[in-house]
């Protein structure tokens, strides 16, 4: 007669897979363990490798459907580092210096917004020896607020009000005239550090040969 489980005992599971705890040995569940690590590993180097081919490809043919498709089959977390792969590969210059991606990502699909992609990544073999997905910090990438980003952030919303001066009043048009002129102290200040970090030989100390640069 099958026994039955206990209200509280959760009910055995036969798995046939060659495991059985009482004849398993540390070596035979290292070894095991060893080798589902190694194939771990070779997985991501195929999932990197799949992911230059692809952007690769589409660089060339202009045809985001392979892409789409391959970010469709990715687990949550892979697709937020995916997304972050593929903006620090598919930088588009833009007129006021700053990068944005040849590749738009809305509703959840990748569009191609340049008539000459491939003028903007990197060939196959250096996309291969670069950084994969999975090494991407994304707590780091999502969250940190470069400078670069910021005065495009900046930009844009200078850009924005300037189109809207008609509509402010008075008070708001003086607010916007100083945000302007801080915005241009900010800009030069950024400018004159990045300067004199250049100069900064590697021996001297970069922040205060910075700092007194400024002054």
């Known amino acids: 007669m099958t026994k039955l489980a206990e209200p509280n005992e959760p009910a055995a599971v036969a798995i046939d897979n060659g495991y059985n705890r009482e004849k398993a040995t540390t070596k035979s569940v290292t070894a095991f363990a060893m080798r589902a690590l190694r194939n771990h590993v070779k997985s991501q180097k195929d999932m990197h490798d799949a992911a230059c081919r692809i952007l690769d490809h589409l660089a060339l043919h202009r045809n985001p459907g392979l892409i789409n498709t391959f970010y469709d089959s990715l687990p949550k977390n892979d697709k ?6 593929i903006r620090n590969n598919t930088k588009l210059p833009k007129d006021d210096g700053t990068f944005t991606s040849f590749l738009k990502f809305q509703k959840e699909k990748f569009e191609i917004v340049a008539k000459h992609p491939s003028d903007y990544v990197a060939d196959y073999a250096t996309l291969l020896a670069g950084p994969s997905f999975f090494t991407i910090d994304q707590t780091s990438e999502t969250k940190a607020m470069t400078a670069e980003r910021i005065f495009a952030m900046i930009a844009q919303l200078s850009k924005s009000l300037h189109k809207k001066r008609e509509e402010l009043s008075e ?4 607010k916007l005239n100083r945000f302007a002129h801080l915005f241009g102290e900010v800009d030069r200040i950024a400018a004159i550090a990045s300067e004199a970090m250049v100069k900064t030989s590697p021996k ?3 922040p205060k040969a910075v700092h007194a640069t400024i002054q």
């Open 204 to 206: 001297d100390s970069g």
């Open 171 to 174: 008070e708001e048009e003086a």
């Open 80 to 85: 937020d580092a995916f997304r972050i792969w």
